[in-house]
């Protein structure tokens, strides 16, 4: 049991190990082939998944080959926290996209306590302040509304991302005519109606609508889709640690008993 217990931690913690040495290579790969500064600043969070990853995995790997409980208890008690801490972010994820969960639980006082805008969050976060600003460098500089003129033409039939629909052509309420792609002309009476996006489109392939709330709403939109996404992977790797973890604790259990019978031999 001692061996199949230790060649099971060893094994899943092989696996973890090759999986950060990925993510540290496919961060590194961007960050040295970039050629903007978002897309770099993206390869920032990989990277340092990699590490911790490839640390926590190394620490398991060697506590179980080498059978030492004093690596096998840090490993432990690291992956412990990582647990508890990806519980804490799951929950915060499912808040902030859920949102009738948001809805119950902010501004929610508990003893003094009062909870955050979780309704409100992804909002505040991406879209208010000076942070839209760099938000909006980086859709121009991806080139996200580089949209060929021809498949445009027929957008009834094309399935545009929240972001291409909202930030690359005027809401459609406005009632301007499209030209092509991204050159759209407003109506000699002026648009359809008052609205402030309306008037900030531009067709300038700089400005086009993303000064536009609904280019922010869409966003918003695409971000808490992607957050969903997030949720689901996180919750998978919340069953691997937590399988991960009991194998390790009965790992360091029976390497526990078998040294206490050497002892007493």
């Known amino acids: 049991m001692v061996r199949v217990s230790n060649f099971i931690v060893g094994f899943l913690n092989c696996i973890s190990l090759v999986l950060g040495l990925i993510a540290i290579a496919i961060a ?25 990853l490839f640390i926590v995995s190394l620490l398991g790997l060697i506590g179980s080959c ?15 926290l990582l647990i508890v801490g990806l519980v804490v972010f799951i929950i915060f994820s499912f808040l902030i996209t859920n949102e009738d969960a948001a809805k119950a639980v902010s501004h929610k006082g508990i003893k003094g306590f009062r909870s955050g805008d979780f309704q409100n969050w992804l909002k505040n976060h991406f879209v208010n302040g000076k942070k839209w600003n760099e938000i909006r460098t980086c859709l121009k500089d991806s080139k996200v509304c ?22 690359c052509k ?13 050159f759209w002309i407003a109506p000699k009476t002026g648009p359809a109606v008052d609205d402030s996006d309306c008037k900030a489109w531009n067709n300038q392939q700089q400005t086009l609508c993303f000064d536009c709330n609904a280019c922010k709403a869409g966003f918003v939109d695409s971000i808490r889709s992607q957050w969903e996404n997030l949720l689901i992977a996180n919750l998978c790797a919340l069953v691997f640690l937590i399988f991960t973890y009991i194998v390790g604790c009965w790992a360091k259990r029976n390497n526990s008993t078998r040294d206490t019978r050497k002892f007493y031999r």
């Open 146 to 167: 580089k949209i060929q003129n021809n498949a445009f033409e027929k957008a009834a039939h094309l399935n545009l991302s929240p972001i291409q629909s909202s930030c």
């Open 170 to 182: 005027p809401p459609s309420e406005c009632g301007f005519n499209s030209q092509n792609a991204t």
């Open 28 to 52: 590194s790969f961007f960050y040295v082939h970039s050629s903007t500064h978002c897309q770099k600043e993206l390869s920032d969070p990989l990277f340092v998944s990699g590490i911790v």
């Open 66 to 80: 080498c059978r030492t409980n004093a690596i096998l208890l840090i490993y432990l008690i690291v992956l412990f």
